[in-house]
């Protein structure tokens, strides 16, 4: 056969072929699958190989690699004591990271110290919100310092996460603040607890009061009030306020004794607390003293009033707990105490593991790791974060005491609403549970 005419058979061929593919669709250029929509408002991002099914969905402050979150807290000032929470939380993240992070992704905790100053706790939400572009806000400490913060961020649509702060507004009304959660019992609930131990053993209490002069202080109050009602006036013999700038309250608790008062209820932060202690029994004041459990760490107020003022300044009070004290033989061998102090000792050697403000930083920093960001999976929207904060059912923190679940709704934004009164016995050291654990969702509005 000729060159020439076995060319043309050749390209003959590979037309028909050519022809024949276009015809089965076999074309090498395909037609794009158009992307997943995402919803209308939601700022996203969406990973080229992502199914349909498995979108990535992020908010500023998180990525494939990273969740960055953000707090304020008292490093310094009056109320230092409570630094050691947003430290502790820090080094639980810490640890979360070295074992792979959540989902993948390292967190980032950016904090700053606020030194209890609602001012400077404004100045910090602005830095983490709009310079340092965090997801959330978690765990600011104190309510003064939420209370100054709370309508910016939630003008802004940021999650004000689990807030160190018992404050009963956190979760009265969700409808008007619906970026805002607390994360422990609220205080109103706390003094209907007392009030309702008074009511059943001290029938006949003559009760003063020393409070925080400011939305704290006046929310225990608010719910002695609610709680006694009526017989408030009756009670309630003199009360006395002071100022987180005051050197000392023992002027105050002097005017307190001098009312005749056999109960003393001190409604106080740490370092007021114990000066509170200290200047009763210096003065030869022995009332039954009911401390609010903000204060009932054993290093931060209980030790010093001890060494300040000897073991009879801590005798006879009473407060209420719902974490597991490490001071507590009852815990010696149960694995989430073993756990815990494995993990102070690794993560956080400097800290007091018998501090029980290292066991609510510890609980709380759990409570968003395992109740909110893996169940958040790739849908870090903001939108989302506060989903999974408002859907949380029967989440076990081991740390909590015995039967205490956490669980929120979005019409219930109290997470933890069980505690348990205890006594301090100073031979021991320690915290002695007494009674059931209460249920203090019914005691909601006194």
Not at 419 to 433: H, T
Request: hydrophobic letters at 40%; one cysteine or more; aromatic letters at 10%.
């Amino acid at each position: 056969m000729k060159r020439s005419k076995f060319t043309f058979l050749l390209l003959l061929v590979v037309a028909i072929a050519s022809l024949a593919l276009v015809a089965c669709g076999g074309d090498d250029e395909e037609e794009e699958t158009p992307a997943p929509t995402q919803p209308a408002g939601q700022t996203a991002t969406a990973t080229a190989e992502a199914s349909p099914t498995t979108v990535k969905a992020y908010d500023e402050g998180a990525s494939d690699t990273e969740i960055k979150i953000g707090g304020c807290y008292p490093f310094s000032g009056s109320a230092a004591a409570y630094g050691t929470i947003g430290k502790s939380a820090e080094a639980y993240f810490k640890m979360v990271n070295e074992q792979g992070g959540v989902n993948g992704r390292k967190i980032t905790f950016i904090t700053y110290d606020d030194q209890y100053s609602p001012d400077k706790a404004v100045q910090c939400a602005r830095t983490l919100v709009e310079q340092d572009k965090v997801l959330f806000v978690f765990n600011t400490l104190g309510t003064p310092s939420n209370t100054a913060i709370w309508d910016y961020l939630n003008q802004k649509k940021v999650p004000h996460l689990f807030v160190a702060t018992g404050a009963t507004k956190w979760g009265e009304d969700p409808e008007s603040h619906p970026w805002t959660m607390g994360w422990q019992p609220y205080y109103q609930a706390e003094s209907a607890i007392y009030v309702e131990y008074l009511t059943k053993e001290k029938p006949n209490a003559k009760v003063a009061i020393l409070y925080q002069n400011d939305d704290y202080g006046k929310d225990y109050l608010e719910g002695f009030k609610k709680a006694l009602g009526a017989k408030y006036s009756q009670v309630v013999v003199k009360e006395a306020t002071y100022a987180t700038t005051d050197a000392s309250v023992a002027p105050q608790v002097a005017q307190l004794k001098e009312s005749g008062a056999d109960t003393f209820f001190i409604i106080a932060t740490p370092k007021f607390a114990t000066q509170a202690l200290v200047a009763a029994a210096q003065i030869g004041w022995k009332p039954f003293i009911l401390l609010n459990s903000v204060s009932s760490s054993i290093p931060a107020v209980m030790k010093p009033a001890m060494d300040q003022a000897g073991a009879e300044a801590v005798s006879n009070v009473i407060t209420t707990i719902y974490t597991k004290d490490p001071a507590d033989p009852e815990w010696a061998n149960d694995p989430a105490m073993k756990e815990y102090l494995d993990f102070m000792k690794k993560y956080y050697p400097d800290g007091n593991p018998n501090d029980g403000f290292n066991v609510f930083g510890y609980s709380v920093a759990k409570t968003l790791v395992e109740g909110v960001l893996k169940r958040a999976g790739d849908n870090l929207t903001r939108e989302n974060i506060m989903k999974m904060a408002t859907s949380i059912k029967d989440l076990r923190i081991d740390m909590l005491l015995p039967g205490i679940l956490i669980n929120t709704a979005p019409d219930d934004y109290y997470p933890i609403e069980a505690e348990q009164l205890a006594k301090f016995d100073p031979a021991a050291g320690r915290w002695v549970r007494f009674g059931e654990v209460i249920d203090v969702s019914k005691k909601r509005g006194g």
